[in-house]
């Protein structure tokens, strides 16, 4: 098992920053690809980004890239997702999930085994 607390989110005016932090507990943190996904109001929890074990590797969704950064502390059992530039469209529940299912892309749902409980990030206009 594996668990996941996210923290960081809150209300912002567009244009501004938010740094989001996962911190994970339980089985050995460093075996994990972890992504960050979300959830608009109304709609279907979409991939945000994610990053490999070693953290050399990080893929994006098209509308947040150069806007958005993940990064991991494997010291530290910890992600982070840096978002800056916000817009109103990047409201959401915003969550934190761990996962080996190596048959399944980086930007699957599927290839995530445990998940956050997710925290709300909310951009004003």
């Known amino acids: 098992q594996v668990q996941l607390i996210e923290s960081g989110g809150g209300l912002v005016e567009a244009g501004g920053s938010l740094r989001l932090s996962c911190a994970a507990s339980?089985?050995?943190?460093?075996?994990?690809?972890m992504g960050w996904f979300r959830q608009p109001p109304g709609k279907e929890r979409e991939f945000v980004a994610a990053?490999?074990?070693?953290?050399?590797?990080?893929y994006y969704k098209d509308s947040v890239k150069g806007r958005f950064t993940i990064s991991r502390d494997n010291a530290k059992n910890t992600v982070y997702l840096q978002m800056n530039s916000l817009k109103p469209e990047d409201t959401a529940v915003y969550y934190c999930?761990?996962?080996?299912?190596?048959?399944?892309?980086?930007?699957?749902?599927?290839?995530?085994?445990?998940w956050g409980q997710g925290t709300q990030v909310t951009v004003s206009s």
């Open positions: 990053i490999n074990w070693s953290g050399d590797t990080t």
């Open positions: 339980g089985r050995t943190f460093i075996n994990y690809a």
């Open positions: 999930a761990a996962g080996d299912a190596w048959r399944y892309s980086y930007t699957d749902l599927r290839r995530y085994t445990y």
